[in-house]
């Protein structure tokens, strides 16, 4: 059973749009969560968040965690071609720092 | 702007050959990881190391997957024989010391390995 989980895994948007990618967890032990960009190469870190209700805020893009509900969300706002992508989200473990990341949301924005 | 570097970028070989990928860490980063990603899937650790040390494998298939990291700073995953289901991206990372709380892995650009 996954540990982290992704919604959706796929999204097609236009361009201008405002999207909002899912992750929910089930872990409750862990130190902090990721989120990664990755196009047809290796993820590119995005966001670290470790406390609950703060926003991470990074031009155009946006993430908040809930560690009560379990799950954080990534705000995208007038997205672009550019930021057609897969969205990764992961998990850092408390101990020993290990990544599990979910499948991933595949955004694409169409002109 | 430091990089995790990773050779080759592109492997195609055939069922029960051997192969061998390799991988340079951020100069400085004691913290290594072998990550294996199916096309559609997230990336699944395979191994962690801290310095030459393994921290954890148990997601290593050894009966065919082995890595080692001999002096604490490149590595090296090997394969033999290969199967086609190791047909997939394998990426590296490497992180700084454990326990500090802004650290956040580094991804190389990966070696995508088709196995026909």
């Known amino acids: 059973e996954d540990k982290v989980v992704q919604s959706p895994l796929s999204l097609v948007v236009h361009e201008g749009d405002t999207v909002t990618l899912n992750c929910s967890y089930e872990?409750?032990?862990?130190?902090?969560l990721l989120w990664y960009k990755q196009e047809k190469k290796a993820p590119t870190f995005l966001f670290m968040l470790?406390?609950?209700?703060i926003e991470k805020k990074s031009g155009r893009l946006s993430s908040i965690l809930d560690k009560k509900e379990l799950f954080s969300i990534l705000n995208i706002t007038a997205t672009q071609t550019g930021d057609s992508a897969v969205y990764l989200c992961?998990?850092?473990?408390?101990?020993?720092?290990?990544?599990?990341f979910g499948k991933g949301t595949k955004l694409s924005v169409i002109p | 702007e430091a990089e995790v570097a990773q050779s080759p970028r592109y492997k195609i070989t055939e069922k029960s050959q051997a192969v061998a990928f390799w991988c340079d860490p951020i100069?400085?980063?004691?913290?290594l990881y072998w990550y294996r990603q199916i096309l559609g899937q997230g990336p699944e650790l395979l191994v962690q190391?801290?310095?030459?040390?393994?921290?954890?494998d148990s997601q290593l298939p050894k009966d065919r997957f082995s890595a080692e990291r001999l002096k604490g700073v490149d590595s090296t995953l090997k394969i033999q024989p290969a199967e086609l289901g190791d047909s997939a991206m394998y990426l590296c990372?490497?992180?700084?010391?454990?326990?500090?709380?802004?650290?956040?892995?580094?991804f190389g650009p990966g070696t995508r390995l088709l196995v026909l």
């Open positions: 190391f801290q310095d030459e040390s393994v921290v954890d």
């Open positions: 872990v409750t032990n862990f130190r902090s």
């Open positions: 992961a998990l850092g473990g408390a101990g020993s720092y290990q990544l599990t």
């Open positions: 990372a490497s992180s700084p010391r454990l326990a500090l709380r802004e650290e956040t892995q580094y």
């Open positions: 100069s400085g980063h004691a913290t």
């Open positions: 470790t406390s609950s209700g």
